[in-house]
Structure formats: C-alpha cells, structure tokens
C-alpha cells in the first residue's frame, strides 16, 4: 500500500528556517511529479511548489526565493526548505505525489496521493 508521510512541522519564529519531509512507501516504481501544497485556516489548500522527475521546478509566487523543493529518488523522498518565514506561512502543509507503483502484481500510475498534513505555525 502506498503512503506519504510529512515530518517536520512545528511552531518558529518570523526569519527562521524549517525543513519539511515527505516519505513515500510502497512498491515505488517511478515518483513523477511531488509537491507541497499548504492550508491556512478559513482558506482553500493552495499550492506551493512542485518538481518533476527531471528536475523541473515551480513555485508560488509568494514563496518564490524563500522556500526551496529538492528531491532524493533513491530514498524516495521530497523536502521543502522554508526559509525566511513569515507569519502568513502559517499552515497545515501536505505533501502530494504522482506516482508509478505496483500493488497486488498490477502496475499503476495515480496522481492524488496525499500526505496526512503537518502543522506549521509562525508566531513570535
């Protein structure tokens, strides 16, 4: 079964740095597309960076020069570098993922695996 587990939210200050982490598990053939998206209260999930098997990076707009995305594909893992915080960062952070995997003998691709969520707050 495959799954995707963040790691490494919390409670900083404004101008501190934290890193995000996503695991997936499973029978992972390929991992595509992964991303962060993030969900401040009273407000929609909205995205905030993704990057590409080969390397292809995008960012929001208002995270662009302060967040960093970056991928191991050998322990099947994406990172989110948050730089700079700001109070307005405040928000549950999901890791999604396309992926290619295998379960029960059949090979299959789906884009809409999600994390559980991890709290980041940012207050001084």
């Known amino acids: 079964q495959v799954q995707l587990v963040e790691s490494g939210g919390g409670l900083v200050q404004p101008g501190w740095s934290l890193r995000l982490s996503c695991a997936a598990s499973?029978?992972?053939?390929?991992?595509?597309?992964a991303g962060w998206f993030r969900q401040a209260p009273g407000k929609q999930r909205e995205f905030v960076a993704d990057?590409?098997?080969?390397?292809?990076?995008n960012y929001a707009d208002s995270v662009k020069g302060r967040f960093i995305i970056s991928r191991d594909n050998a322990k099947k893992m994406v990172y989110l570098q948050m730089n700079s915080v700001k109070p307005e960062d405040t928000a549950v952070y999901y890791c999604?993922?396309?992926?290619?995997?295998?379960?029960?003998?059949?090979?299959?691709?789906?884009?809409?695996?999600w994390g559980q969520g991890s709290q980041v707050t940012v207050s001084s």
């Open positions: 999604n993922a396309d992926l290619t995997f295998a379960h029960a003998g059949v090979i299959e691709r789906k884009n809409d695996f």
């Open positions: 499973g029978i992972i053939l390929h991992f595509n597309v």
């Open positions: 990057i590409t098997s080969d390397g292809n990076i």
